[in-house]
């Protein structure tokens, strides 16, 4: 393993020192008014390359030429008078430039900017910045998902979401065209650690709930595509906190052909956890670096590099844990005694080079080469105690909430060695052809995965002095698995779609259609998914538009899918398919003198080939058949402006119904009759799910500012341990949370410090204090069961996070 990690460092240096060596002539110089004013932001371009640099604070720029000779410099900003200048450099030589700007006064008729690409095809644009501002424990691009219609989380400690009644494997998340893969055996939130994206690097976000393009790929429910941004200039910024810390920098080299984006983080969530039910020392420590630099090799021709390693380490010392739970009529209270503890290792890193070259301003051809690679083990040893009692409900007694007596007393013993080693090769090409009316795209990659897992868990449970399952001749485990597995095979995907805008005398439509399909050696499949998607804009008064998308979505299997229960794999397992139907409408407003949006969409998806799962926590455990049919439909509206003038926020609603027929599943009643249960609700079944995100200044103190997330959900189903699917009908209390943040700016670039003066050489400091869950809700994420002296079960809740603060403290430069 040792020898992997310095390979990706080594590779990762060798192309940065080969990338940055260039030998050109520099020119350097300063840009003022007529007054001897530095001008800051004042485009230096030159004329024959069209390659250029910004002047920073001081009005300084300095730049590289490739070459000896004459050339042409123009430098504009707006507000000042455009200039050029004729400029000779020989070999080698360093030349200064003093350039005075003349102020001018134009009159600018007024413009209005807006969405265009996002509007057409089922896309939503999210401005990166929000993130920063979202109090969250998480803190990333999730963060502002979960206030997205038809998007649901109901764990506060984990950046997984589900989307339109879809788990959290049937979500695509791209960045820079490259798919992103998450840990195999992550089973709790505690456990996950940093969200891939990397918020201080992003320069777009993209994400669609549904009805997506053919170019992006064979998942069946969204598509979350990032793009890192290439800088123009140099900036940065570092934050620490009672969560963590991280820190970023980017830039550009002077001859204006290297640029690098980097950032570190480590999170720790020991504060978080130690405000669950479960009292011990936990020790979360999550650590990650990623780079993205580009390299312009001529002015046609690009290479990026994109690096990632994660080492994610997860230790608990469980000691002991106290839950009230119950009815008024039936108020009971377990506590456990614990001794033992679980270490958790998860290590993965991704690397990425691309070629970017563009023959003609409308032609441009992409090859990528990536390599993903995970190294997992889970290993825990827990011994509990238990005692279930019944607590004193009587209002007005003296023993108020006190045990009265015992129901229920048992000790259970849980052990895993769970180990994966997962490598993943692919090559990749995608095209871009733009022409009068039409836009043409295509792709085809080929891509090569080798798994292996080994998983021995088992547990012992004691009731009352018996084992369970009890036997008067042995002792028996009341849960056991030993697996051993290995997978190794090929995987080639294409596809192609045209996009054809026309205008007419009334309106205008913008058509896309396109075909994926794909390939995998493990069940010898070929599917083939053609999407479809319609947008209609009349030419009217208001600005709305109309659009219609529908496709085949099919999810091959991966991993996880084909590991049943048992933990045997089944290798025959087919694609799950949905088919989207979807309509919606973007409407662009003014209310009160300020732009609001309003979007709405309704929804129908059939889905067939299903593997039904089950979800405990953020684990999801497939039954490894293809045996079930469903559907999903629903109906999700968003309202975003300025509600506060200066200020986007926004709110959501979406309500859904999902649920699924397992064909061969059937009960006889008491009566000898066989009974087929039919459509259940899925895990995912949720009829409402509401979000709000809300942003405002104090009142004549433009320094301070508060942001508000409020979410409410309806319950999911659950059911009983050894059950069959049909008998979770069970419902969770709903999920209801607030939280709250309020920002402070030290220092600004029009705000200086008057006492620690070095501070003022950063752009802006910012001080942070986040109350999440701010009403102590007790918000239930799963049930551990528990039975009584009788043999009657209890379910009784694990709850998340309550009421936590985080302090965070931010600079920029």
């Not at 920002?743 to 802006?764: A, C, H, P, V």
Request: charged share 20%; with cysteine.
């Amino acid at each position: 393993m040792i020898s992997r990690y310095r390979l990706h460092i080594i590779f990762h240096l060798f192309f940065y020192l080969v990338l940055s060596y260039a030998h050109a002539q520099i020119v350097t110089g300063t840009v003022k008014d007529e007054n001897g004013r530095s001008i800051d932001l004042v485009n230096v371009i030159v004329v024959e390359t069209g390659k250029g640099t910004v002047t920073d604070a001081k009005g300084k720029f300095e730049m590289h030429l490739p070459k000896a000779g004459t050339f042409t410099l123009q430098f504009s900003r707006i507000g000042y008078e455009e200039k050029k200048r004729e400029i000779t450099v020989k070999n080698g030589q360093k030349k200064y430039i003093a350039q005075v700007l003349r102020e001018s006064v134009r009159q600018l008729n007024t413009v209005s900017v807006k969405e265009v690409h996002s509007r057409n095809n089922n896309l939503v644009r999210i401005n990166p910045k929000v993130v920063s501002n979202i109090p969250s424990p998480d803190a990333g691009i999730e963060s502002v998902l979960r206030t997205l219609p038809g998007v649901s989380s109901k764990n506060d400690l984990s950046s997984q979401y589900s989307v339109r009644g879809g788990n959290f494997d049937e979500n695509l998340v791209y960045v820079n065209d490259i798919e992103v893969y998450r840990p195999f055996l992550v089973r709790s939130g505690q456990q996950e650690g940093l969200s891939f994206v990397n918020t201080d690097m992003v320069g777009s976000v993209l994400f669609s709930a549904g009805g997506f393009d053919a170019k992006y790929g064979d998942k069946m429910s969204s598509v979350l595509d990032i793009k890192y941004k290439k800088p123009y200039a140099f900036a940065g910024n570092f934050s620490v906190g009672m969560l963590g810390m991280r820190t970023h920098i980017e830039g550009i080299n002077s001859s204006n052909r290297l640029t690098y984006n980097v950032g570190l983080r480590y999170k720790t969530t020991k504060y978080l956890l130690g405000g669950l039910q479960e009292e011990g020392d936990y020790y979360p420590n999550f650590a990650d670096y990623q780079g993205f630099f580009t390299y312009d090799i001529t002015e046609k021709l690009e290479v990026d590099l994109l690096t990632n390693i994660s080492r994610n380490s997860y230790i608990f010392i469980p000691k002991t844990r106290e839950t009230s739970f119950g009815t008024f009529n039936q108020a009971l209270k377990l506590k456990i005694y614990f001794d033992g503890q679980e270490a958790d290792r998860f290590t993965s890193g991704t690397e990425a080079v691309s070629f970017i070259y563009k023959p003609y301003d409308n032609l441009s051809l992409k090859l990528i080469t990536s390599y993903f690679f995970s190294r997992e083990s889970e290993a825990y040893d827990i011994l509990g105690q238990y005692f279930l009692n019944e607590v004193d409900k009587q209002l007005g007694s003296d023993n108020l909430g006190d045990s009265l007596m015992n129901i229920g007393v048992g000790t259970f013993l849980d052990h895993a060695r769970n180990y994966l080693v997962a490598d993943v090769y692919n090559v990749y090409h995608k095209g871009k052809y733009r022409g009068k009316n039409n836009t043409l795209e295509w792709g085809v990659k080929a891509q090569h995965e080798t798994i292996y897992d080994k998983i021995s868990e088992w547990e012992m449970m004691d009731s009352a002095g018996y084992s369970l399952p009890y036997s008067d001749t042995s002792v028996n485990l009341y849960y056991a698995l030993k697996a051993q597995n290995a997978i190794n095979s090929m995987r080639y995907t294409a596809y192609c779609q045209n996009t054809y805008k026309k205008d007419f005398d009334k309106f205008s439509v913008i058509l896309t259609a396109g075909l994926r399909t794909q390939y995998w050696t493990l069940n010898r499949q070929n599917i083939w998914s053609p999407r479809a998607s319609v947008a209609f804009r009349p030419f009217w008064k208001r600005d709305v538009q109309f659009r219609i998308a529908a496709g085949y979505y099919y999810q091959m299997p991966f991993f996880k899918e084909l590991r049943g229960m048992d933990g045997s794999l089944n290798t025959s397992i087919k694609a799950q398919r949905s088919i989207h139907w979807v309509a919606g409408i973007d409407y662009n407003l003014s209310i009160w003198n300020r732009p609001f949006k309003i979007i709405s969409e309704i929804y129908y998806k059939k889905l067939d080939f299903l593997v039904p799962y089950e979800v405990d926590n953020v684990q999801i455990r497939y039954y490894a058949t293809n045996n079930s049919v469903g559907y999903a439909y629903g109906w999700d509206f968003k309202i975003n402006g300025e509600f506060v003038k200066g200020t986007e926020s926004w709110a959501s609603i979406s309500l859904m119904r999902t649920e699924e027929d397992i064909t061969d599943d059937f009960y006889v009643d008491t009566a000898g009759k066989v009974i087929y249960p039919g459509y259940i609700p899925r895990p995912t079944d949720q009829l409402v799910n509401f979000a709000l995100f809300f942003q405002d200044y104090l009142p004549g103190m433009p320094d301070f500012k508060a942001h508000l997330t409020l979410f409410y959900s309806s319950g999911l189903p659950f059911g009983p341990p050894e059950k069959p699917k049909y008998a979770d009908t069970l419902r969770m209390p709903p999920y209801k949370r607030v939280d709250i943040g309020f920002s402070y700016r030290i220092k600004g670039e029009d705000k200086s410090l008057k006492t620690f003066t070095w501070l003022n050489q950063f752009k802006s400091i910012w001080l942070t204090l986040d109350i999440f869950n701010v009403l102590d809700i007790e918000n239930t994420i799963s049930y551990v069961w528990i039975k009584d002296i009788h043999n009657k079960q209890y379910a009784v809740p694990n709850y998340l996070t309550f009421r936590r603060i985080n302090v965070k403290l931010a600079f920029y430069f």
